[in-house]
């Protein structure tokens, strides 16, 4: 079926610094979205993004948080600065339109010391 | 209302039995449920989704249910196996946010 890729699957980094997660969506696929997972408990929805814009986001993104897609490349979530509290499992979704099916990326473990 | 209680958060059954999962949402606008099964380590997956212009559907073991004027939908897994063994997420989303609210999650236990 349809993959969505992220890269990196792992990243480690000191509280303060930033950190930019990649998701690479399926090719036809025109809206992304960033979920938050801490081991063992919800998925917890951070943004949608449509048409180089944020449609929707919820409380848990924060000030801190920014997402781009320059020039159809990868979608970014970039955190500035990281806070300990960020650590967790960054998931990517894309999808072809409303509500259509949302194919999950492998996620990104993000850990900040 | 943005909220979508996931209920039981943990479910063990007998092989060969059937197990059921319910949610309840808040937002009257909701009007597609999709669930996602979710191995240790990996991405949620898709299993079956259902939209608010039907009441039940069924693909092979899985059924879901929806009852639109209490909120409330459901999964059922008959004839269990060991694979079925995850977590598994509910969630509802609206049309007009295009945002998905999850479920709190219910971890399913297989036993031999």
């Known amino acids: 079926g349809p993959k969505v890729l992220q890269i990196p699957s792992h990243q480690i980094i000191d509280m303060g610094q930033m950190v930019t997660l990649n998701c690479d969506p399926v090719s036809n696929h025109l809206y992304f979205y960033w979920y938050k997972q801490i081991l063992g408990q919800q998925m917890e929805f951070l943004v949608n993004f449509y048409n180089g814009k944020v449609m929707e986001k919820s409380k848990l993104f924060k000030d801190q948080f920014s997402v781009e897609r320059p020039d159809g490349s990868y979608f970014t979530l970039k955190i500035q600065p990281t806070a300990l509290e960020d650590s967790a499992v960054y998931f990517c979704?894309?999808?072809?339109?409303?509500?259509?099916?949302?194919?999950f990326g492998p996620g990104t473990r993000l850990l900040v010391l | 209302g943005e909220q979508v209680e996931q209920l039981p958060s943990i479910l063990r059954v007998q092989e060969g039995s059937s197990a059921s999962i319910n949610c309840s949402y808040e937002?009257?606008?909701?009007?597609?449920f999709p669930w996602y099964k979710q191995e240790p380590g990996e991405n949620p997956k898709l299993i079956i989704d259902i939209r608010s212009n039907m009441e039940r559907k069924q693909i092979q073991e899985l059924i879901v249910l929806l009852d639109k004027k209490a909120k409330r939908f459901s999964l059922h897994i008959t004839d269990t196996q060991p694979g079925d063994s995850a977590m598994y997420f509910c969630?509802?989303?609206?049309?007009?946010?295009?945002?998905?609210?999850f479920g709190t999650g219910t971890r399913l236990q297989v036993l031999p």
């Open positions: 969630a509802a989303s609206d049309s007009n946010t295009n945002k998905v609210v």
């Open positions: 937002d009257s606008a909701s009007n597609y």
């Open positions: 979704a894309s999808s072809g339109g409303d509500q259509d099916t949302q194919y």
